[in-house]
């Protein structure tokens, strides 16, 4: 057992200390004011460094001293009171307990007394305690464990890990702020002396920061490899079980050589059935529900009772994390494991020879959650909710592959479509589902024609025309063949919104009918999509007078619809006033519809009322609302891969341009052109409309030679040369008043990021943990000071400044 040199000295620290700023100002304020103090947290958090520096702060309020008593080594519970007469130098007498002897030492002392490790001695710690506080009357107490004291009068504090650089953070100079990455960077330099973040290195150091889980002792292991192991390798080797093998420095306490003894020192303290129940627990890629760990976990050797009880010993003992926001899960409270305490559980589970029933009852358990609600409803409750699961789903569907599960892998991706597609996550839908498919011996039932004929949306949403149709049209014969009527008109409803995509509206127009029929007599919600969709074809072939009827049918029947088809209807409506000519009706009812689709946020359903938003506004001759419009959308259709939907953006673009940059807009008209021609598709009349008549007043503004090598230009650019042709111009036409330095504070920045992402108000609130009312504010405050006027302004300022992190994603049923 270690102690200070002396009575009321503090351990000498050895390295300097990083970070903890804030929960530092939050102690100092609370512990004055407290007789019992218990610092709580998992082992390797930095409990005992937070502690010490919270008395080297605190010492002067002390005449007596701050000691502190460690008592890691100290495996007697009866000799602790020894231990602590010992380390301060209380004189024992044969004749007196040695309780009394400390209670007469300190009983007029002002003294901080620090307790280092008390997690193995629980009991003993909180008699000690309760007797000493009873009996000294200003004496105090500050206590370190990986579990509460449980005394009376005890203020428990939990310490959590070290702040993570933002996940819409994308630049170096925006991770340094992270205390992880600043203890990295410190340790590491204790090992080469001019280790720094550079352009080369900084990503991974982040991965590595987050893998760790923002945690002290794990990333101090981690950083000792520097010197040795490069960066990049490390955190590649992370997820081989490196961070559990390191060793630290020979000077460290035993139980500190590696992040397994820190574990296995905790993993010690458990009971038989608690140890079952934690190396059950990680099989949960990203925390659990407790109906989850109930439904998973609990078996004839491990009942509900257990794991339920088992669970908040398991949080207490700072092994399981809790967090009781409630913001991930319908269930309330949420609870995870550490990554590094993870692998040390799977390690466990492996061992006992668990590891594959557990994630056979774990994908089972997924793919329950996940078919709850059809695809095809789109609920936005239920997107949500498999979207906080998303890495227990992706596990799931890992097991499926890895054991060959195929029906039950395609019914888990075709299940859980409404989070790919509310959170764009489109492009990792059609993997899953392509990997799934090479699987052999695939059953030939329901579950793989409903899967080919999601894979074909997520194909055509991709523009992959061709392939879409092969797997729709393999879906539907199957479909067909197996008396599936609910897949059958699905897959209907597919082939004309395929059609519909393609620009052919001859052949989109009795699908589309066929398929809404179908589903409204079985009672399907995508029989609202698809009609929707025949009322489009309607407007775009003219037949406006039967849209309208088919409108007003439907407003009498008082439909109730959920506010992702309510966005769609009030576009459908919008396109109606525009094909009557009231425009400005139009522009209103666009604009309540880009609000109910933000609000979701739903992402193509932003691109596409965008552009058409966009439109409204160049024929009321609102040309700079109009530049701004189209700019946002482009941005997005790029970033989602919504290729169709970009070329229908660059052409408004290039139609808000078309006086003040002729040459430039029919640059963009052709890469368009040239986009539609690559996949096959064609135009809109509504499209061909447009672009008729703004090309036209192009071309006679241009000479001929000047119009005819723009378009060529325009044939034989990129889609990256577009857009970034399409930014210079909008920054040409209209210079953004950007300031030379970035007067943002980091939330702020924060918000630009998520505003680049097209998130509403609500959806930053969510994302940044702050109320919807705050967001507001500081999306107020960003406005102002870059002095800007709409978010598609800000998402641009956002890619320049290089904060709008990757997101990608595709397509819509409907």
């Known amino acids: 057992m270690r102690a200070a040199s002396r009575a009321g000295a503090l351990p000498a620290e050895l390295s300097t200390f990083v970070g903890r700023d804030s929960e530092l100002a939050q102690l100092v304020k609370l512990q004055p004011g407290t007789r019992l103090l218990t610092l709580v947290g998992p082992g390797g958090v930095g409990k005992t460094r937070l502690a010490l520096r919270l008395a080297a702060a605190l010492r002067h309020m002390y005449a007596d001293g701050t000691p502190c008593v460690e008592l890691a080594d100290l495996s007697d519970p009866q000799m602790l009171e020894q231990a602590v007469a010992s380390a301060l130098g209380v004189r024992e007498q044969r004749s007196q307990p040695t309780i009394q002897a400390l209670v007469r030492t300190l009983t007029n002392k002002q003294l901080l007394l620090i307790l280092d490790n008390c997690e193995h001695l629980l009991d003993a710690c909180s008699n000690l305690a309760g007797a000493l506080l009873r009996a000294c009357p200003q004496l105090q107490i500050l206590a370190t464990s990986r579990q509460a004291l449980n005394t009376d009068g005890d203020t428990i504090w939990r310490v959590p890990p070290l702040s993570l650089p933002s996940s819409t953070v994308d630049d170096m100079l925006g991770v340094r702020p992270s205390e992880a990455v600043q203890l990295f960077v410190a340790r590491a330099r204790e090992r080469v002396s001019d280790f720094d973040l550079t352009t080369r290195n900084w990503r991974a150091v982040v991965a590595i920061c987050r893998q760790l889980d923002g945690l002290p002792l794990a990333l101090e292991l981690a950083a000792a490899r520097i010197g040795s192991i490069d960066e990049s390798d490390i955190a590649a080797r992370l997820g081989l079980g490196l961070a559990l093998q390191v060793r630290a420095r020979r000077s460290a306490p035993r139980r500190q050589q590696t992040l397994r003894a820190t574990i296995e020192w905790s993993h010690d303290l458990l009971s038989h059935t608690e140890r079952i129940l934690f190396r059950r627990l990680a099989v949960f890629a990203d925390g659990w529900t407790l109906d989850a760990a109930e439904a998973i976990c609990a078996d004839p050797s491990l009942s509900c009772d257990k794991v339920v009880r088992g669970l908040d010993r398991l949080a207490d003992r700072s092994l399981v994390m809790l967090d009781r926001s409630g913001e991930r899960s319908e269930h309330g409270g949420r609870y995870r494991l550490l990554q590094i305490v993870r692998a040390y559980a799977l390690d466990r589970l492996q061992a006992a020879g668990e590891a594959n029933a557990l994630r056979a009852r774990h994908l089972a358990f997924m793919l329950a959650l996940a078919e709850r609600d059809a695809p095809e409803a789109l609920n936005v409750a239920h997107a949500n909710l498999l979207y906080g699961e998303r890495e227990n789903v992706r596990a799931a569907l890992a097991t499926a592959v890895a054991t060959r599960a195929a029906d039950s892998g395609l019914r888990l991706a075709t299940a859980s479509f409404s989070w790919w597609y509310f959170h764009g996550h489109y492009a990792e839908g059609r993997e899953w589902l392509e990997r799934l498919f090479q699987l052999p011996n695939i059953p030939d039932g329901r579950a793989r024609a409903r899967a080919e004929a999601w894979l074909g949306l997520l194909l055509y949403t991709q523009g992959e025309y061709a392939r879409a149709h092969t797997w729709i049209r393999s879906a539907l014969t199957r479909q067909q063949a197996l008396d599936d009527g609910q897949g059958a008109a699905l897959s209907v409803a597919m082939l004309g919104h395929l059609s519909l995509m393609q620009g052919d509206l001859p052949r989109a127009k009795p699908l589309c009918r066929e398929g809404a029929a179908r589903l409204q007599a079985l009672g399907n919600p995508a029989a609202v999509s698809s009609a929707l969709q025949s009322m489009v074809i309607a407007i775009e072939l003219g037949e406006v007078e039967q849209a309208r009827e088919w409108m007003a049918e439907w407003d009498a029947r008082g439909n109730s619809v959920q506010n992702s088809i309510a966005a769609w209807l009030l576009l459908v409506k919008g396109r109606l006033a525009e094909a009557q000519d009231d425009s400005a009706v139009a522009e209103g009812l666009f604009h309540e519809a880009l609000r109910l689709h933000r609000a979701l946020p739903e992402l193509q359903g932003i691109v596409v009322v965008l552009i058409e938003l966009g439109h409204a506004q160049a024929q009321r001759r609102y040309s700079a609302d109009a530049s701004s419009t189209?700019?946002?959308?482009?941005?997005?259709?790029?970033?989602?891969?919504?290729?169709?939907?970009?070329?229908?953006?660059?052409?408004?673009?290039?139609?808000?341009?078309?006086?003040?940059?002729?040459?430039?807009?029919?640059?963009?008209?052709?890469?368009?052109?040239?986009?539609?021609?690559?996949?096959?598709?064609?135009?809109?009349?509504?499209?061909?409309?447009?672009?008729?008549?703004?090309?036209?007043?192009?071309?006679?503004?241009?000479?001929?030679?000047?119009?005819?090598?723009?378009?060529?230009?325009?044939?034989?650019?990129?889609?990256?040369?577009?857009?970034?042709?399409?930014?210079?111009?909008?920054?040409?036409?209209?210079?953004?008043?950007?300031?030379?330095?970035?007067?943002?504070?980091?939330?702020?920045?924060?918000?630009?990021?998520?505003?680049?992402?097209?998130?509403?108000?609500?959806?930053?609130?969510?994302?940044?943990?702050?109320?919807?009312?705050?967001?507001?504010?500081?999306?107020?405050?960003?406005?102002?000071?870059?002095?800007?006027?709409?978010?598609?302004?800000?998402?641009?300022?956002?890619?320049?400044?290089?904060?709008?992190?990757?997101?990608?994603?595709?397509?819509?049923?409907g």
């Open 630 to 813: 189209f700019s946002e959308a482009v941005e997005l259709a790029y970033a989602n891969g919504e290729r169709i939907l970009l070329a229908r953006a660059l052409e408004g673009f290039a139609r808000s341009f078309a006086t003040t940059q002729p040459a430039n807009a029919v640059r963009l008209a052709a890469v368009a052109d040239g986009l539609r021609s690559a996949l096959g598709a064609t135009a809109w009349p509504s499209d061909r409309r447009r672009l008729a008549t703004w090309l036209t007043d192009a071309r006679r503004s241009l000479k001929r030679n000047v119009f005819r090598a723009a378009w060529d230009a325009g044939r034989v650019s990129s889609v990256d040369q577009a857009v970034t042709l399409a930014r210079s111009m909008l920054t040409a036409d209209r210079p953004a008043p950007a300031p030379r330095t970035d007067p943002l504070t980091r939330r702020e920045r924060d918000v630009v990021a998520l505003l680049g992402h097209a998130m509403s108000n609500q959806q930053i609130a969510a994302a940044l943990t702050i109320s919807p009312a705050t967001a507001r504010t500081h999306v107020d405050h960003v406005l102002a000071k870059l002095g800007l006027h709409s978010r598609g302004q800000v998402a641009l300022w956002a890619r320049q400044h290089a904060l709008l992190s990757s997101r990608t994603g595709h397509g819509h049923p």
